[in-house]
């Protein structure tokens, strides 16, 4: 049984850093699609940045610049670099996977989700 468990959430101020780690288990398919989606309160999910799993990586513009995503296959995990954090970077950040290398942006294409970690930018 897959599961993904988020941590690395927290609050921070206006133009700070924090890493989201996303650790994986259970999965053992080798094409993959893992991606960080967000929702703050009274919107919708969306697509952070995605990574395939042969390296392509996929950004929203408007996180592309400050936030890196990145894994550690060795480790089954997941990271997001989040940089020049902004107060409208606050919401739950949900770490997400399906099962091959197409990166939709698309909440409904991903098979597996974790609980999500909170991230709150003050200004």
């Known amino acids: 049984q897959v599961q993904l468990v988020e941590s690395g959430g927290g609050s921070v101020q206006s133009g700070g850093s924090l890493r989201l780690s996303c650790a994986a288990s259970g999965y053992t398919y080798s094409t993959y699609c893992m991606a960080w989606f967000r929702q703050a309160p009274g919107k919708e999910r969306g697509r952070v940045a995605s990574?395939?799993?042969?390296?392509?990586?996929i950004y929203s513009d408007s996180v592309k610049g400050r936030f890196t995503i990145s894994q550690d296959n060795a480790k089954n995990t997941l990271y997001l670099q989040m940089n020049s954090l902004k107060p409208e970077d606050t919401a739950m950040y949900y770490c997400?996977?399906?099962?091959?290398?197409?990166?939709?942006?698309?909440?409904?294409?991903?098979?597996?989700w974790g609980q999500g970690t909170q991230v709150t930018v003050s200004s």
């Open positions: 997400a996977a399906r099962t091959d290398s197409w990166c939709y942006r698309s909440q409904s294409e991903y098979n597996y």
């Open positions: 990574i395939s799993s042969v390296g392509s990586t």
